[in-house]
Structures are given as structure tokens and as C-alpha cells.
């Protein structure tokens, strides 16, 4: 593998600043949040919208900052938008526009 060539997160053995990171292994309740983002996950799965592959594409995909910064679930939640605008089952403008809405 070339020393310089840029990883992804997914990608990050061996690489000395990750080294010291301890692995959080407590088990930990899941919030409604989580369990609505699962729920969509296995519904787009269901009808075959999406796959578990596509999902972990999409979260390998995250910018650095962006994989640090969100959690576990919401990391799916972006990989299941990008993916979905990807393919577009939602259109991207609608869906800022709703969010401008609702927020």
C-alpha cells in the first residue's frame, strides 16, 4: 500500500494517531433515534431499496470530521440520505427544504 495515499475511515490500521483510541466496548441502551434510523435501514432493505452493503459504503465514505463528530446511528442516517439521493428515490433540494421547513 502506498505510505501517502489518503485512507478512509474504515481503513485506519496501523496508523499510529488511531493507535491510542481505546474501543468503547460497554453495551449501551438504544435511543428512539436509533431505533428509527434501524427501523428505516430495514425497511429500504425489505423492499430492496438499499442493502447493508450500500449502507456501509456510505458510511466509509464520511469525511473524517463528519465520522468523529456524528454517532453510530447517525452515521447510517447520512449514509442512508446520501444513498438515497444517490438513487434518487428523494431529491436533495426537497429534502433541505423540508428540513428548512421543520426546522
Sequence with gaps: ME???????HDLGGVPRYMCDAVDTEP??????DREVDAIRQILGMKQVMSVDELR???EALPEADYRR???????LCAITATLI???VIDEAALRS??????
Design 3 to 9: 505510505k501517502d495515499r489518503p485512507r478512509a475511515m
Design 70 to 76: 456524528l454517532s453510530y446511528y447517525e452515521r447510517w
Design 57 to 59: 459504503r456510505g458510511i
Design 28 to 33: 449501551h441502551e438504544l435511543t428512539g433515534f
Design 98 to 103: 423540508a428540513l428548512e421547513q421543520a426546522s
Design 86 to 88: 444517490d438513487k434518487t
